[in-house]
């Protein structure tokens, strides 16, 4: 392990622009479990990947109410950045991240202190809810506060015509059917494919359109760093490919030693 951190580190001191792709695997150590490892919520519950189909929640009440019952739950927890995290603010103060594209929609990274102008969350966020009918924008702290106060299956009450709209809500995370944004991930490619280094963490690269940036910036030259529990589809297209525990071996891998 010794030698692949090294050889990746190398990559990263040579590079003058890096991006980095973060996946479920950056926030295990804080815990907040993935999806698809050997301890991963769909692994253990297939059936609950369905939950995540814009088209199930839509048409199902149940699984409206599930989702924000979690959500209630979750926000009531104090969940904190790791290290990780903190490596990665560390290393943005080298001015050579370009962007940290990140597939996780707890918001860590931005607590963490990483600058939102570098950030692109292809995958949305929690921290906004949005009317599927009307598109009205609330913070989702408010929604939380309703449906703690008993509304298990909130719906709009912007004004339209006089009447509550009456649409369903729905946070601001992307879901398996809904169009991702496109002018994040258009960002996201373009700077994929201008990178010296990119570097994905504690993703499976399995998820489209994001895996796709992995091909894409390698065939215009990046070189690509890999580090995750598990293997990939991409470990044969990788310069280094590290295992290990993320949290503590992503500062070395970017030369970062104080990630305060």
Request: glycine content about 10%; hydrophobic content about 40%; proline content about 6%.
């Amino acid at each position: 392990m010794n030698d692949s951190v090294d050889a990746a580190r190398r990559l990263v001191d040579a590079a003058s622009a890096v991006v980095v792709i973060t996946g479920a695997g950056v926030s295990t150590a804080s815990g907040i479990p993935d999806f698809r490892g050997p301890e991963g919520v769909w692994t253990k519950n297939p059936a609950a990947e369905r939950f995540s189909n814009i088209d199930a929640y839509i048409g199902s009440a149940e699984i409206r109410q599930g989702a924000w019952r979690r959500a209630l739950e979750n926000g009531a927890r104090s969940v904190q950045p790791n290290e990780a995290h903190r490596a990665l603010v560390a290393f943005e103060r080298t001015g050579k991240l370009t962007a940290l594209v990140t597939q996780n929609t707890d918001g860590l990274h931005l607590k963490a202190g990483s600058d939102p102008a570098v950030v692109i969350e292809v995958h949305g966020h929690s921290r906004t809810t949005r009317c599927l009918r009307c598109g009205a924008e609330t913070p989702t702290a408010v929604i939380l506060e309703r449906v703690a106060a008993g509304d298990t299956d909130p719906h709009c009450s912007a004004p339209a015509s006089g009447e509550p709209c009456g649409g369903i809500l729905k946070t601001a995370v992307v879901s398996f059917g809904q169009p991702m944004p496109e002018g994040d991930f258009a960002r996201a490619q373009y700077l994929a494919t201008t990178c010296d280094v990119l570097v994905c963490v504690g993703s499976t690269l399995k998820v489209l359109p994001v895996a796709n940036l992995v091909p894409v910036a390698v065939s215009r030259g990046a070189r690509l760093v890999i580090i995750n529990a598990d293997p990939t589809p991409y470990d044969d297209l990788a310069d280094v490919v590290v295992r290990g525990d993320i949290s503590t071996i992503l500062g070395p891998v970017l030369g970062v030693t104080d990630s305060r």
